[in-house]
């Protein structure tokens, strides 16, 4: 089993910056595919993105790429994603969650993949 606990949500204006964490407990962190969604009031569970166990392999929805990176580091059982020219669009609770990996190597968009997930992380981005 894995448990998970985010940090780093805050209020930001348009343009800032934040970076993300999730901690992962358990020596089995590294067998799993992370992934980072968000929820805004009122929608669905979105995906933004993902990455392989070993971070070889990443994967962001559209909206976010070239503004947000998601990285791990197997050491520290942590994975992070962080968010530049944040947009009030970003708005939402943010959540980690983890998908045991097998083969061949798939990174999830759907959340029901994810067997994982911590409590989330509220982010607010002012206009």
């Known amino acids: 089993q894995v448990q998970l606990v985010e940090s780093g949500g805050g209020l930001v204006q348009a343009g800032g910056s934040l970076r993300l964490s999730c901690a992962a407990s358990?020596?089995?962190?590294?067998?799993?595919?992370m992934g980072w969604f968000r929820q805004a009031p009122g929608a669905e569970r979105e995906f933004v993105a993902a990455i392989s166990s070993s971070g070889g392999i990443t994967y962001r929805t559209n909206s976010v790429k070239g503004r947000f990176t998601i990285s791990r580091d197997n050491a520290k059982n942590t994975v992070y994603l962080e968010m530049n020219s944040l947009k009030p669009e970003d708005t939402g609770v943010y959540y980690c969650?983890?998908?045991?990996?097998?083969?061949?190597?798939?990174?999830?968009?759907?959340?029901?993949?994810?067997?994982?997930w911590g409590q989330g992380t509220q982010v607010t981005v002012s206009s």
């Open positions: 358990g020596r089995t962190f590294s067998r799993y595919t």
């Open positions: 969650a983890a998908d045991q990996q097998v083969l061949p190597i798939t990174l999830h968009r759907d959340y029901r993949e994810y067997d994982y």
